[in-house]
């Protein structure tokens, strides 16, 4: 079956790094999604990985293993307002469909 | 990157009314728009896909005669809430397709009294 596994709620510093894991386990695989999205907003988009690796985007970076079926996404020099829930999602095939995990709460603290 | 717009931004009415939300792309056409459902403190459910000019596509355990949707031109879509109950009550995003790359409308909160 499809599942995509994120952490509830993180709690981070600022000025601190957190990263936030996701797992997945899909029937198949065409890419990997990370987004934002604050309280009561529609998600923006931040990463999107298809090729094992890093991929680094200024304060942002995420990472994709897909025999591991695994990603991260790396935040530094944390600030208030990146508190806000981060989704992961990944892109079974060629319908552009995606499958959303829960999402992370993070919360940063002064 | 694309724009999606929504309208309402909120919308509250009665039980039993019907309420209609607009989806456009403003500066992209989108041959395909995705309608989704998020309740509090839980993620985006898909409810639906739009193709512009045929019929959408339903995800299981969505009513298509309750969430009507209509997908006329390249830049619009729209999803009508028939007959509404409170537990329809939820945060509605669409979001357009641009080379494989979802781009998200603001959202519409829909409060059924």
């Known amino acids: 079956g499809q599942n995509i596994d994120q952490p509830t709620e993180m709690t981070a510093t600022e000025g601190a790094i957190v990263q936030i894991n996701c797992t997945y386990q899909?029937?198949?695989?065409?890419?990997l999604f990370w987004y934002q999205q604050h309280a009561g907003e529609a998600p923006t988009f931040l990463s999107y990985n298809v090729l094992d690796g890093l991929e680094e985007k200024g304060r942002f970076s995420s990472f994709l293993s897909r025999s591991k079926g695994y990603s991260y996404l790396l935040l530094k020099e944390l600030q208030m307002k990146d508190s806000a829930s981060y989704l992961c999602?990944?892109?079974?095939?060629?319908?552009?469909?995606?499958?959303w995990g829960a999402g992370t709460k993070l919360i940063i603290k002064p | 990157g694309a724009v999606v717009s929504q309208h309402p931004s909120r919308v509250i009415c009665k039980s039993g009314t019907s309420v209609k939300i607009e989806c456009r792309s403003l500066?992209?056409?989108?041959?395909?728009m995705f309608w989704y459902r998020q309740f509090p403190k839980q993620s985006l459910m898909l409810m639906a896909t739009s193709n512009e000019g045929s019929k959408a596509t339903y995800e299981q355990g969505v009513e298509k005669d309750k969430f009507l949707i209509n997908h006329a031109s390249l830049t619009l879509s729209t999803l009508t809430v028939t007959s509404a109950h409170p537990e329809d009550s939820s945060f509605y995003i669409c979001s357009g397709l641009v080379h494989g790359e979802q781009f998200f409308g603001p959202g519409t909160r829909l409060t059924v009294l």
């Open positions: 999602a990944v892109r079974e095939g060629s319908n552009y469909q995606l499958i």
């Open positions: 899909t029937s198949g695989f065409n890419g």
């Open positions: 500066d992209f056409q989108a041959t395909t």
